[in-house]
């Protein structure tokens, strides 16, 4: 998203250079396996991924939300996810702004946008967004990958790349 000087009244967002989806991102989760530990029940990992991430068109999320947790984990941010169990509170050193914007407010999103959304919390989507088991096959910068927990090879992470699917489009089109 683009956005220029929002106090001259012709100013424009444009999402067009990066895509319709807010907050779109990439997330790298260290794991403590290594190539070793997986290979053996790969097959099984994968089902049990597939099994417990919602993916593609029309998919629905497993997190109970309803209207009220919706607009709490708007003004919230991950101080929601971490209040829920869903992420651990170091998790947030590695967040813009800890996870939470602290003007955020929840009613400058519609309610048509909020209905999009609500029942896609938690899901992958579709399109280009994945998550993936990879494998450390070389180290470039030993003190960064260190300070992110990776200190090996073989070690297996799995990269995340989502965004807010429906709610994030339905607040483009409406600011674009």
Known sequence: MAAFDLSDPKAVVSPGGVGFDIN?????????????????????????????????????????MNAQALEEALEMGMDWSLRQGYVWADDKEHCE??????????????????????????????????????????????????????????QVVLMIHCGSRGMGHQVTAVFA
């Open 97 to 154: 702004e800890y996870g939470r914007m602290l003007q955020a407010d929840p009613n400058k999103v519609s309610s048509r946008a909020k209905k999009r959304g609500l029942p896609q919390l938690g899901t992958l989507g579709a399109g280009n967004h994945y998550a993936e088991i990879q494998v450390v096959e070389e180290i470039f910068d030993r003190h960064a990958a260190t300070k992110m927990g990776i200190d090996q090879l073989n």
């Open 24 to 64: 779109c991102g990439v997330r790298l989760i260290r794991t403590n396996l290594t190539m070793k530990d997986v290979l053996p029940v790969k097959e099984k990992l994968t089902q049990t991924l597939f099994d417990h991430i919602p993916v593609g068109v029309g998919s629905k999320g497993v997190i109970p």
